[in-house]
């Protein structure tokens, strides 16, 4: 795309010539010919007065370290970069049109310019809306429903009864609508629950490779508008995750969590089941969130890296932790006695 073409489509201020045909965009001290760059942090103003690149993405302090580039200046370059990625992305569609070997039972419907890839499955009474694109081998359940322009790449399962909205991006391994963990034990012996609630996933939600999303055991699993769901996670029964929530990668929420909205959980973080998470928490990674949170803020836990000789000293002293306590709580016992003593005198 030309430069002012971009410019235009995002909205930001064109500076220099806007003829020049950008093809990708590229890190700033790689960047060359065609490719446009961005600046985010003015602490890496020096590579920008270096760069190739033939234009970047700035604000409008950092104009003067851009040199004779051309440059489109904005209020949020990363947001920029992200809009411009989308323009210039070339990733293959996933599935077009009907593969001969997809099996559709008859009783599905589906909408306008839906694809289906190879081996693919769609159930009985299953909805596919317009546009929605099917990779290979993927399997959607009696009675589904997946909103416009939706996309789930190879193997997906999607099982019955499960909503998913519209431009929804699910990627490879996910699975949605599988059961929760309902068990009752009878004398040693495991009684399954039937989970008998549904998921249903709103608008503009992107689940990561083999992320599992379990349905609900009487009422529903909810995933929001806008949330996004890195690779690996396990979302149990009954969970809920507010609109405009972000997960990252590896992390487990047990049954009937509520997330809030607006919220940013870190990596491998681990939550306990029935809790309650308020909007705009943020919770580093590797956390164990044992109890519900009322208050929005940052919250963190765990042990940080470091030498194997610092952390085996550290447990050691973990270990004593209980002993230390209560010599502590003797030492205080007796120095309030020795004051008493010294201020009858």
């Known amino acids: 795309m030309q430069l002012s073409s971009i410019a235009t489509a995002i909205g930001a201020q064109l500076q220099g010539d806007g003829s020049i045909e950008i093809s990708r965009i590229a890190n700033l001290k790689t960047a060359g010919t065609g490719e446009i760059s961005f600046l985010s942090d003015p602490r890496y103003r020096a590579v920008l007065t270096d760069s190739k690149a033939s234009a970047v993405i700035v604000r409008a302090d950092d104009l003067p370290h851009v040199g004779s580039k051309a440059a489109l200046v904005t209020a949020d370059p990363y947001v920029a970069f992200a809009k411009i990625a989308q323009l210039l992305d070339t990733t293959p569609p996933i599935a077009s049109g009907i593969a001969p070997s997809a099996v559709i039972d008859p009783s599905a419907s589906l909408g306008k310019d839906v694809a289906v890839g ?18 290979p081998g993927v399997c959607v359940g009696q009675g589904t429903v997946i909103g416009a322009h939706t996309k789930l790449y190879a193997n997906v399962s999607v099982y019955h009864h499960v909503q998913i909205g519209e431009h929804c991006l699910i990627q490879s391994g996910a699975v949605i609508g599988s ?47 806008n949330v996004i769901i890195d690779n690996l996670c396990q979302i149990a029964h009954n969970v809920r995750i507010g609109t405009g929530t972000a997960v990252a990668g590896g992390t487990t929420f047990a049954g009937s969590v509520k997330i809030g909205r607006y919220c940013i959980i870190g990596g491998t973080s681990v939550f306990n089941g029935h809790i309650e998470i308020c909007d705009q928490v943020t919770i580093s990674g590797m956390c164990m969130v044992m109890r519900s949170i009322d208050k929005p803020g940052i919250y963190s836990s765990g042990i940080p890296a470091q030498s194997n000789k610092e952390w085996r000293l550290t447990a050691s002293r973990v270990l004593h932790i209980n002993e230390m306590y209560h010599k502590v709580s003797e030492l205080e016992r007796r120095l309030k006695a020795l004051e008493q003593d010294q201020a009858q005198d």
């Not at 190879?118 to 990779?135: D, K, L, M, T």
């Not at 012996?189 to 599992?212: D, Y």
């Open 179 to 225: 059961d929760g963990f309902g068990y009752a034990n009878e004398r040693g012996r495991w009684l399954k629950i039937p989970q008998t609630g549904h998921v249903k996933i709103g608008n503009f939600v992107e689940i990561g490779a083999c992320t599992c999303i379990d349905r609900g055991a009487l009422d529903d699993t909810v995933i929001e508008d």
């Open 118 to 135: 190879p081996n693919a499955v769609i159930g009985p009474e299953a909805v596919i809306g317009e546009g929605v694109q099917i990779g």
